[in-house]
């Protein structure tokens, strides 16, 4: 028991998503309605990245990329570099995959360059970043495709209604950089490559490519929305469990386990019809502030496929729940993919991180919370 009580202990996020789902269990009893509500895609597609994320690790096939990025020898200059390639990336492979592929790389290269006391402010940079630049593209994040295949709306629409947001994170990311750098804009960073990563390993060669052409294969199949998700799922997990099962120990099912408490929650609360009722009664008209705040209960993909059948104002929404990251750790399911990497780095430092974490994102959504507000009054 004391090892049980150790381990939700240390794994915060999961402890969060298994109470709230088990009360939820209670509002609405489970059901085969409530099995078939769960964003199964969402899950899958994660187990997907992990895994074979995972033999990227493995098998360092990263190094091109480490090597190149060793060579900025900025502070300002290297965290500009992983910044803006996760506020860039994110437009495309969504925010989840992009903090996926650059987290452990920012982790990497600073913990070569003797610089970890930047590494949770630049993480939580790269965190906004994620957060910020992937609500421009309707494929950009979770709650934006849903919304996007929901509402009907044109992806030109879409994209002019959320360019202004978009605009103004890019250049408020450049004055928060500038901001941590403030005492020292030269401080430099030297990386000793041999350090920093390993050789590839000549008859390894099948399995790197083996790993690029499955990460190509899931990257393809998030951006066109195929409906044949659960096949490519099929095949990804049949070729590492042939060529390479040991990966599969290394997935983060911990992290895994959390999204899918996270999604019951959302499952058994849509389910209520006395909590329904009371959501079409005074969400519509207040969907900025429902959103934001329902978000940092159950986060904000959930929270998307509670509130959409009770709006009227889709750019309300979407402003809201693409804002809602900012708040809190919960309030985005990218966020807790963030701090999962990081406790696996630096285990029992989950707090530190939140508090640090916590104060700088809400420093950015003071800023924007209220530009945004007027934007929809306004236009």
Not at 165 to 172: K, Q
């Amino acid at each position: 028991m004391n090892k049980i009580f150790a381990f939700f202990k240390k794994e915060i996020m999961l402890t969060v998503s298994v109470i709230a789902a088990v009360i939820s269990l209670f509002i609405t009893p489970p059901s085969k309605a409530l099995l078939e509500s769960i964003d199964w895609k969402t899950l899958a597609t994660l187990f997907m990245l992990l895994s074979v994320l995972e033999g990227f690790k493995k098998e360092n096939i990263f190094n091109p990329l480490l090597k190149r990025t060793s060579r900025l020898c900025s502070m300002k200059g290297l965290t500009c570099f992983f910044v803006y390639s996760v506020f860039l990336t994110s437009m495309f492979v969504t925010n989840d995959v992009s903090l996926i592929i650059f987290v452990p790389l920012t982790i990497m290269l600073f913990k070569a360059g003797g610089k970890e006391q930047y590494i949770i402010p630049v993480l939580t940079f790269e965190n906004i970043a994620a957060i910020r630049g992937s609500l421009l593209t309707p494929f950009g994040s979770p709650q934006n495709l849903f919304l996007f295949s929901q509402s009907g709306i044109s992806a030109p629409s879409f994209m002019l209604m959320m360019l202004p947001l978009w605009l103004f994170s890019s250049v408020l990311l450049f004055i928060f950089i500038l901001f941590l750098y403030r005492k020292d804009e030269k401080e430099l960073i030297t990386i000793e490559e041999e350090k920093l990563c390993e050789e590839w390993k000549k008859e390894n060669r099948g399995k790197r490519i083996l790993y690029i052409t499955l990460f190509v294969i899931i990257v393809a199949t998030i951006v066109s929305r195929t409906v044949f998700w659960p096949y490519v799922t099929i095949v990804v997990a049949a070729a590492l469990l042939i060529f390479d099962h040991k990966i599969l120990f290394r997935t983060d099912y911990v992290l895994l386990l959390t999204f899918f408490c996270f999604f019951v929650f959302s499952s058994s609360i849509c389910g209520n019809p006395a909590i329904s009722e009371f959501l079409k009664k005074w969400v519509g008209g207040h969907e900025y502030v429902w959103s934001i705040l329902l978000s940092q209960i159950i986060s904000n993909v959930p929270a998307s496929i509670v509130l959409w059948p009770f709006t009227v104002n889709l750019k309300a929404l979407l402003y809201g729940l693409d804002s809602a990251g900012l708040c809190s750790i919960i309030g985005s399911l990218a966020s807790v993919i963030n701090l999962r990497i990081y406790s696996r780095e630096y285990p029992g430092n989950s707090m530190k991180f939140i508090r640090k974490f916590t104060w700088i994102s809400l420093i950015f959504f003071a800023v924007v919370a209220g530009p945004q507000y007027l934007l929809l009054r306004l236009w």
